[in-house]
Nanobody
Framework: QVQLVESGGGLVQAGGSLSLSCAAS????????LAWFRQAPGEERAFVAA????????ADVEALKNRFTISRDIAKTMLYLQINDLKPEDTAVYYC????????????????WGQGTQVTVSS
């Protein structure tokens, strides 16, 4: 099992930027895909971006890719999500997730989850 702890959320104004962090521990991460999802009130958890820990290659990024950047720090075992030009519709709880081997857009395919960090964007 991979333990994940997110941080970095908060209240920001539209047009601003935010960097979310996810501390990963518990297992060797090299065979895993780590991903970011988000869940707005009343909506299902939605895929944002994922990368393969072994080589850092971005496995997939949703249509938001021009504003969202996923990255990792191997030495710190940290996953990051940089969000630029924030919009009110980006308001959601952002989750870090892990899945063995293959990336997926489906939340149900991920076995390990953090507790989430709230991002609120004011207009």
């Amino acid at each position: 099992q991979v333990q994940l702890v997110e941080s970095g959320g908060g209240l920001v104004q539209a047009g601003g930027s935010l960097s979310l962090s996810c501390a990963a521990s518990g297992r060797t991460l090299s065979p895993y895909v780590l991903a970011w999802f988000r869940q707005a009130p009343g909506e299902e958890r939605a895929f944002v971006a994922a990368l393969k820990w072994s080589d850092g290659r971005i496995a997939d990024v949703e249509a938001l890719k021009n504003r969202f950047t996923i990255s990792r720090d191997i030495a710190k075992t940290m996953l990051y999500l940089q969000i630029n030009d924030l919009k009110p519709e980006d308001t959601a709880v952002y989750y870090c997730a892990a899945r063995y081997l293959n990336p997926s857009h489906s939340a149900k395919d991920y076995t390990d989850w953090g507790q989430g960090t709230q991002v609120t964007v004011s207009s």
